[in-house]
């Protein structure tokens, strides 16, 4: 049975190799051993950038795994995005809220959505905090890829 696997992370990530050999390693054991095939991917930081052009580097190996970039804007759906995908799922239904509750809402859906979650969070606030701490109340399969700081 596959599985679904979404990354959230902070805007900035000063150890970008190091990162992005970490993400290298988890994302082929998780399609190796988890049954992952679908990618949720966002394009807000450098976090779900560097998850993706791992992704990209894996598909040759694995052409079965599916990228699929989650937007809520839909002026994102006029334009290249800064990541490649397989496809996009856009959230009519965020049309209707305020431009930043559409991210929230947005990331609340990639997880209600998804088997496991990737977290690149180190500091007890910002977006990506939030979305862990849903994550952790809706008792999802988490990987941090950092220590995190809890005040």
Not at 76 to 104: H, M, P, T, V
Request: aromatic share 12%; hydrophobic share 35%; glycine share 4%.
């Amino acid at each position: 049975m596959s599985k679904v696997c979404s990354f959230f992370g902070h805007r900035f990530v000063l150890e970008k190799e190091e990162v992005k050999e970490q993400l290298k390693s988890l994302a082929q054991r998780l399609i190796k051993e988890e049954d992952v095939d679908v990618f949720y991917l966002g394009e807000q930081g450098d976090f779900e950038i560097l998850s993706a052009e791992v992704l990209n580097e894996l598909k040759p190996t694995y052409p079965f795994i599916q990228r699929i970039e989650v937007i809520c804007f839909a002026e994102q759906l006029q334009r290249n995005g800064k990541i490649k995908s397989d496809g996009f799922e856009y959230l009519d239904e965020l049309d209707r809220c305020k431009r930043k509750a559409r991210i929230i809402k947005r990331n609340q859906w990639v997880i209600d959505n998804s088997d496991i979650l990737v977290f690149y969070v180190n500091t007890p606030y910002g977006g990506a905090y939030q979305s862990y701490l849903y994550a952790k109340k809706k008792k999802k399969d988490i990987v941090n890829l950092t220590q995190l700081e809890e005040m």
